[in-house]
Nanobody, 125 residues
Framework: QVRLVESGGGLVQPGGSLSLSCAAS????????MSWYRQAPTLGKQRELV?????????TYGDSVKGRFSVSRDNDKNTMYLQMNSLEPEDAAVYYC?????????????????WGQGTQVTVSS
């Protein structure tokens, strides 16, 4: 089983920066792709993919954050980061970590997914 814990959320002014972390811990073989999602408090707003990073470090971004956000990871620490710059009020949301985990037992391995509990990002003056 894996536990994903996000940290780094908080209040920031428009135009400011914030950095998030997501640490995976527990009993697993490897963390494969990891992603950041966000969900704004607006009623009916769906969870939005922010960024994904593969285990080899290849990153992709949602259109709304391209050029402003940067995702990275430290495989030795099983930790993913999100550097958010030029934050806008529209970036305010709960940010969730999502990971594809490879677990192995005996001769076999399986891949499963898990979510963190989320961390609140507020962008306001």
């Amino acid at each position: 089983q894996v536990r994903l814990v996000e940290s780094g959320g908080g209040l920031v002014q428009p135009g400011g920066s914030l950095s998030l972390s997501c640490a995976a811990s527990g009993n697993f073989y490897r963390v494969n792709a990891m992603s950041w999602y966000r969900q704004a408090p607006t009623l009916g707003k769906q969870r939005e993919l922010v960024a994904t990073i593969t285990s080899s470090g290849r990153a992709t971004y949602g259109d709304s954050v391209k050029g402003r956000f940067s995702v990275s990871r430290d495989n030795d620490k099983n930790t993913m980061y999100l550097q958010m710059n030029s934050l806008e009020p529209e970036d305010a949301a709960v940010y969730y970590c999502y990971a594809l985990i490879q677990g192995c037992a005996g001769p076999g391995c399986v891949e499963y997914d898990d979510w963190g509990q989320g961390t609140q990002v507020t962008v306001s003056s």
